[in-house]
């Protein structure tokens, strides 16, 4: 079906205004009109201030105005009455034929319900996850996934060209901690024991990769690990290494060791942890269009020609051996270095080459989902944007909060007896992957969310994404029970739908594309939860106060029909988060 044949009620109520207060004055071109829902019936469908915004302008008192602008306004064929509310309010009620008619548009429209040309075919590129490939992914990356796997969802639906991206962060000093740790516990199955540093990974998925290691290699990368503790101290022979500085001896000293074999190791280990979280999201029905390697930025030269860019443009300065960038000149709190004084590159330095790619692609927009401790990081990458004179209007970040779990009403542990969070692994296998994907994204991103799991396996009402599901499955047996074809309701006369429930369940479903809208220009998924509960929670109602299969056909086939908008509606927005649509339960 024709997108564009779906009427969008806000849209065109407000170009109507528009054109009402054209002819009222000249309207300033940072003006929006906006129209919001009423929140009861008795005030209309749909509010709009726009005469309280005029009325200091005109001189006039806001209730004067938006009489003036009503009575300019061109003929709605939509509309049943316009009214002037409080203090110069302007209520508009939709004529109930418009709001009956509506269910035709949605059983044409099926699965394509809801989408909309909103985004015009604008590039658009989603950043999410982008966990650092050093070991399985955590309850907290989790809620990233989710979120940026739904709003990529959404985007898409609103009618923006997306494309899902996962940056590999397979460069830098944590997959060399995540080599060396591997390294050390293969010299353990080969009975070389050293000392295991306390700052390196922990987790029983690094013994297991060694063990890969040795069944496949036996001694082959043993090679002279009594070299290994050259030039630190001696108490470092008896006890684990515990700073930074020692750390990156042993590192070294890894590497000098293994020589080329290094890169075997270092290989593998990244090829395990990628191909593990790959088939980890792929579980969470999370899929990326784009997986962009940080080492692809070194090999080809991009990290150094984004440094050099800003050299030319006098925005680093040298300072003890160590290259800075003048962010300080772009609202950050300090200057930051980008290369330091051995040469090497910081990871500052390897994200402003990555964003510098980023648009060079000719994305519209970017957005980058981050954790909420990236917050300070914002600062400094605008500012390098603006200093290699790009629009950093184009980069949008939204900040994700951690999700908290909670067991018996009480704070459950995020880590395990090893050290290491809670996986997203362990949490599907606990609530599932719906329950995951909807309790994510019930609360806006930057929210903190209390993760009730015991709530989230719970086969009850109070349960958010049970009680959606729930609401599904009882259309379904609705229309299992008819046994007819759906299809024939497409030709329902839609007049018998007159109760108080049935327009508001009516109402309900004309948001539908509304609520897709909003969550594309908020980049807020937890939009369409919050819409999918408030449209469960009303068919629920409807369901047990309503008889369905009752001889009068013309009764029976339009009520049938609501339910039949309401399961496609219910299973647009669902498929939307991720979540799935059973028909049984």
Not at 145 to 158: D, P, Q, T, V, Y
Not at 262 to 288: K, P, S, W
Not at 294 to 315: C, F, M, P, R
Request: proline share 3%; hydrophobic share 40%; glycine share 6%.
């Amino acid at each position: 079906m024709n997108l564009s044949a779906v009427p969008h009620f806000k849209t065109h109520f407000a170009e109507l205004f528009h054109v009402a207060a054209s002819n009222i004055t000249s309207l300033d071109a940072a003006m929006r009109i906006e129209l919001s829902r009423t929140k009861q019936a008795s005030h209309g469908d749909y509010s709009c201030n726009l005469a309280m915004q005029l009325a200091k302008q005109l001189g006039k008192n806001p209730r004067e105005v938006a009489q003036l602008l009503i009575d300019k306004m061109p003929v709605s064929p939509y509309v049943e009455k316009i009214e002037v509310a409080g203090a110069g309010f302007i209520n508009l009620f939709l004529k109930n034929s418009t709001k009956q008619q509506h269910l035709h548009y949605v059983l044409q429209s099926k699965d394509a319900f809801g989408s909309s040309n909103f985004g015009q075919g604008k590039k658009i590129q989603v950043e999410f996850v982008s966990a650092n490939p050093t070991g399985p992914l955590h309850v907290g990356h989790g809620r990233g996934a989710a979120i940026g796997a739904s709003l990529a969802n959404i985007l898409k639906a609103a009618g923006f060209d997306v494309s899902r991206e996962f940056y590999v962060n397979d460069a830098g000093r944590q997959m060399d901690i995540l080599t060396l740790s591997t390294w050390l516990r293969y010299l353990e199955l080969n009975d070389i024991h050293i000392a295991f540093p306390a700052n390196a990974y922990q987790g029983d998925y690094v013994k297991a990769m060694a063990k890969l290691i040795h069944q496949a290699h036996a001694q082959r990368y043993v090679h002279q690990p009594d070299l290994l503790l050259d030039g630190l101290p001696a108490i470092a022979r008896e006890t684990s290494v515990d700073t930074d500085e020692q750390l990156d001896q042993l590192i070294a000293n890894t590497k000098k060791i293994l020589g080329q074999d290094y890169a075997y190791i270092h290989n593998f280990v990244l090829t395990e942890q990628l191909g593990d979280c790959r088939n980890d999201l792929m579980e969470f029905g999370v899929e990326f269009d784009v997986w962009f390697s940080e080492q692809s930025l070194y090999d080809n030269g991009l990290v150094a020609h984004a440094i050099e860019l800003l050299e030319k443009k006098h925005h680093l300065y040298h300072q003890d051996g160590a290259t800075w960038f003048r962010s300080t000149d772009f609202g950050d709190e300090k200057d930051r270095v980008v290369q330091r004084e051995n040469g090497q590159f910081t990871y500052f330095a390897s994200d402003i080459a990555y964003h510098l790619n980023k648009f060079e692609r000719g994305f519209d927009q970017v957005i980058n989902i981050w954790g909420a401790d990236h917050h300070g990081y914002i600062a400094r990458v605008k500012g390098a944007l603006r200093a290699l004179e790009l629009d950093p209007t184009k980069l949008e970040i939204a900040l994700v909060q951690f999700a908290v779990l909670y067991r018996n009403g009480k704070k459950a542990s995020m880590s395990t007896r090893s050290g290491e969070f809670v996986t997203l692994r362990e949490l599907r296998q606990e609530v599932g992957k719906d329950a995951a994907r909807f309790f994510y994204v019930m609360r806006k991103s930057d929210q903190h969310l209390d993760f009730d799991l015991d709530l989230a396996k719970s086969q009850s009402t109070d349960n958010p994404v049970y009680y959606v599901q729930y609401a599904h499955a009882r259309v379904c047996s609705v229309l299992a029970q008819w046994d007819g074809d759906i299809d024939d309701l497409k030709d329902a006369d839609m007049n018998a739908l007159s109760s108080p429930t049935e327009l508001a369940l009516l109402q309900r479903i004309i948001d539908f594309p509304d609520a897709i809208e909003a969550a594309a220009k908020e980049y807020s998924p937890h939009l369409i939860a919050f819409y999918l509960r408030e449209l469960a929670s009303e068919f629920h109602s409807y369901y047990n106060s309503t008889r369905f299969l009752v001889p009068d056909i013309s009764l029976l086939h339009a009520r049938l029909a609501l339910v039949a908008s309401i399961r496609q509606i219910l299973n647009n927005g669902l498929r939307l988060l991720g979540v799935s649509a059973p028909e049984k339960m």
